[in-house]
């Protein structure tokens, strides 16, 4: 092809819990039976930094033992055929770099690095292990999972919202698209351009001009990849396509 399409995938919790990776739930303000303000927020760190440390190194080994699953993997799938494709994830795990995704853009951070609490440049991998207090960044400050805790800022935002204008479809996969400002990225997307939602809940979630793909992650992704390499474009998905006039 003369010129790749560009898919930017913008993806959530939605992908990564078929891989047994389980998500945070809104709905009654836990996560793993603690209260996202203590585990999840700045404030939280500093109160008992101690509570926060080992809730993140629980959910790191989870991270570590599971696997991409077959939506993951057919994203890769479709980069390695010659498709353009772009990941920008709210997910802080690294299953789409572990499925072989080479452009992954993470606006929540990534739990397999550690980062300063007085200096967010300072990133630390964590090939293993976990963090404890005590260890400290070059400058001598405690380490902190490298994520982006509610109320504070997200540091790739602008650069995720320059990528959605240059897409050619948008594939948004497992979210609700009700986490700011990450769901406001749909409004950097070109007039023309079309997008379509993979989420069980489809129906009820996508907005207007979101055509919904009524299936889970592990179904739904791997049925457009296969559609869009045999036809070589990023076509509407065939069993969702909008209606034309007067259908």
């Known amino acids: 092809m003369s010129k790749a399409p560009h898919l930017v995938v913008f993806s959530g919790s939605g992908i990564s819990v078929e891989s047994g990776i389980k998500t945070f739930r809104a709905s009654d303000g836990l996560w793993e039976e603690h209260n996202v303000q203590d585990v999840a927020t700045p404030e939280g760190f500093e109160r008992d930094p101690a509570l926060v440390l080992e809730f993140y190194n629980r959910r790191r080994e989870q991270v570590r033992k599971a696997k991409p699953n077959a939506a993951h993997r057919a994203l890769a799938e479709l980069e390695a055929a010659g498709f353009r494709v772009s990941v920008i994830t709210q997910n802080i795990d690294d299953l789409h770099e572990r499925a072989g995704s080479q452009q992954v853009m993470h606006l929540h951070g990534e739990i397999l690095n550690a980062r300063s609490s007085v200096d967010e440049r300072m990133r630390y991998p964590l090939a293993k292990g976990g963090i404890a207090l005590g260890d400290l960044c070059d400058k001598g400050s405690q380490l902190r999972p490298d994520v982006v805790w509610?109320?504070?800022?997200?540091?790739?935002?602008?650069?995720?919202?320059?990528?959605?204008?240059?897409?050619?479809?948008?594939?948004?996969?497992?979210?609700?698209?009700?986490?700011?400002?990450?769901?406001?990225?749909?409004?950097?997307?070109?007039?023309?351009?079309?997008?379509?939602?993979?989420?069980?809940?489809?129906?009820?979630?996508?907005?207007?001009?979101?055509?919904?793909?009524?299936?889970?992650?592990?179904?739904?992704?791997?049925?457009?990849?296969?559609?869009?390499?045999?036809?070589?474009?990023?076509?509407?998905?065939?069993?969702?396509?909008?209606?034309?006039?007067?259908?």
């Open 150 to 247: 509610f109320g504070e800022a997200v540091p790739l935002f602008d650069e995720a919202c320059a990528l959605v204008e240059e897409a050619d479809f948008l594939l948004v996969v497992g979210t609700s698209l009700a986490v700011m400002p990450a769901a406001m990225l749909l409004h950097y997307l070109g007039p023309d351009v079309p997008c379509a939602l993979v989420d069980p809940s489809a129906d009820a979630l996508s907005p207007p001009g979101v055509t919904p793909v009524s299936a889970a992650a592990g179904e739904g992704v791997p049925a457009l990849v296969e559609q869009w390499q045999r036809e070589g474009n990023l076509a509407m998905p065939r069993a969702a396509a909008r209606p034309g006039p007067g259908a």
